[in-house]
């Protein structure tokens, strides 16, 4: 699971630095960036944590029957599938009317045009990746997680290789609003769907292998479809109650960058923010989704069957395992994050670079408390609690919100800033309320091994961070920092960092590391041997 979430994100943050290249970070970059998220938030919220949050409980209740479920999971799928179809042709046809809403009023008027045409290609992504989350749930609630997670990289290859098909017909992706032509739209935004559309189709095959066979079967009462629904409605609660912020986060950071435009500065605004978001994401997908992916099943089963005891100790062991790189990963982003935009975004300038660095800083200190939310969520999802999860949902979007009107006061360079202070702060705060509110539920959460953990992490991180520091701070007097020293930098900083953040984890007799490690370190021996 790991490995496929890695090569997805790695190829991810390829095709990223190639749109960021290739588009840059003015009107065509803004538009494509703005067309491009739509979908991804038009399908939140009609189904996205839907359907995320309900099937694997579902199907695990529904192994029970005397056909497997079967039927149970075929009405499920119809039921979602029709849904999905329905909202993409009315999202496409909104397409004007979703950009304007989501791209602030000061955006130029030739670059809101630009996006329109773009959300129109882009907005049929709505039921595909649909239909990637409904087949990856059944094979997630069998037990099959990798495909799942390798899927996405077919999608990164084809957008890639449309992105290297572009540069090499010579056209220029910075180019005027109004010079953009068919083939280039196609090329940037056709393939981009295109590749959404390989995504979902490529787990036809992993499900045959383990002999499901799809078929519509209509007619909803009676099959048990009613704690599922009941579900499924707070959960949109909280997708829309979030995706309500996302307007407010999109609107503010396209400010930012109409304002930039207009002063001739650098802003940090809607593309510094997504790439940002797009660097947070990487640890937080490879090591948290991947490890409560997997946990989820589990808490479900052990939800279904009353087993809290058992619940509780998968929840310890999904607060500690993350922790091992993401409080690492807090320090080192924080230390490193102006290298590490210099050295991943070559195609852009330093001034560019830098204002995504701001803005991951801003998000990266939050990452820990992003990833216990995550946590949390899914322990009550497990038992079919998704009213707890809206009102944790609706403290997130208040704070988050409050930030991001605040940043408006802002200069342009420092909107997207603001964005990522509140997104961490909104997070934290919601976590350790769902703490409380877990405990409630489950009585004692046994945290203090957590606790005592992440302690001996903090410290092993902040002696990382001193010797990673002062290293920095000769290779810089040494190297200077253009962009090849920046990148050996990087790397000679990040593997010393690595190195003696784990020697004094391990002498702090963090078991964890060996746990985290052990299996990666074994297939790398064996393969070796």
Known sequence: MAAGTLASRVLGMVRG?????????????????????????????????????????QIAKAASHDDGGENFVNRLLTLALTVMASATVLATLAAPLLVRLYASAKFPSNGITLCVIFAFICLPQIFFYGLYTVLGQVLNARGQF?????????????????????????????????????????????????????????????????GFRYRPVWGFRGVGLGSASRVAGWTFAAIAVSQLGYIVTSRAVTYADGQAHAQGVQGAGQVAYANAFLLFMLPHSLVTVSLVTALFTRLSYAAHQGRSRDV????????????????????????????ATNAIFLGNTISETDAMAHVMTAMVIGIVPYGWLYL??????????????????????????????????????????????????????????????????LGALHLGPAVQQNLRLVVASVAGTVVGGALLLLLRQVLGTGRISVIITLFAVAAVFAVVTLVVAARLRVREVHEVLGPLLGRVGSRAA
């Open 312 to 339: 509780v100790h998968d929840f310890g062991q999904g607060l500690r395992l993350p922790a091992v790189v993401l409080i690492p990963v807090t320090f080192a982003g924080a230390l490193l994050a102006p290298w």
């Open 17 to 57: 630095v190639l749109v960021t290249g290739v588009l840059g970070t003015g009107l065509s970059g803004v538009a494509f960036g703005v067309a491009n998220t739509l979908p991804n938030s038009f399908y939140l919220l009609i189904a996205g944590g839907v359907l995320n949050a309900v099937l694997v409980p």
């Open 146 to 210: 990798a495909a799942y997670m390798w899927a996405p990289a077919v999608a990164n290859v084809v957008a890639i290789a449309g992105l290297v098909v572009f540069v090499a017909r010579g056209l220029h992706g910075r180019a005027a609003p109004d010079q953009w032509t068919p083939e280039m739209f196609v090329l940037i935004a056709g393939v981009a769907t295109l590749g959404i559309v390989a995504q979902a189709l490529v787990l036809l095959w992993p499900l045959r292998r383990i």
């Open 376 to 441: 949390i969520q899914r322990v009550f999802y497990a038992y079919e609690d998704a009213r707890t999860p809206f009102w944790l949902q609706v403290v997130v979007t208040v704070l988050a919100t409050a930030a991001n009107l605040a940043s408006f006061t802002l200069p342009p360079q420092w909107v997207g800033v603001g964005v990522g202070v509140g997104q961490t702060v909104s997070n934290l705060v919601a976590a350790l309320l769902g703490f409380v509110l877990l405990r409630r539920r």
